[in-house]
């Protein structure tokens, strides 16, 4: 079974940091992409990164391209996701999650999710 453990939400002001931190249980993390999901009240779940198994290869959400860096360490079942220059749009339940299939962008193509952390970008 594979458990995804989030960590590092809080309140922050607007041109703020944060860094969002993903455990994951499992033996075979370092063989599956990674991504990082946010979903705000009331509107749909949305891409905001991702990882390839390799860590060579990382994607981002036009919206986040420039301020936030997605990084994994595989030796420890890590996930990271570096937050800069925050803003009042970014305020979401932030989820990490494995991919098993197809694109990246896709929350269909994830089968593992962690239970989130909140981020709060207060103007």
């Known amino acids: 079974q594979v458990q995804l453990v989030e960590s590092g939400g809080g309140l922050v002001q607007a041109g703020g940091s944060l860094r969002l931190s993903c455990a994951a249980s499992?033996?075979?993390?370092?063989?599956?992409?990674m991504g990082w999901f946010r979903q705000a009240p009331g509107k749909e779940r949305e891409f905001v990164a991702a990882?390839?198994?390799?860590?060579?290869?990382?994607y981002y959400a036009d919206s986040v391209k420039g301020r936030f860096t997605i990084s994994r360490d595989s030796g420890k079942n890590m996930v990271y996701l570096q937050m800069s220059s925050l803003k009042p749009e970014d305020t979401a339940l932030y989820f990490c999650a494995r991919k098993r299939v197809g694109d990246y962008v896709q929350p269909r193509n994830y089968d593992y999710w962690g239970q989130g952390t909140q981020v709060t970008v207060s103007s």
């Open positions: 990882i390839s198994w390799s860590g060579t290869t990382t």
């Open positions: 499992g033996r075979t993390f370092s063989t599956y992409a």
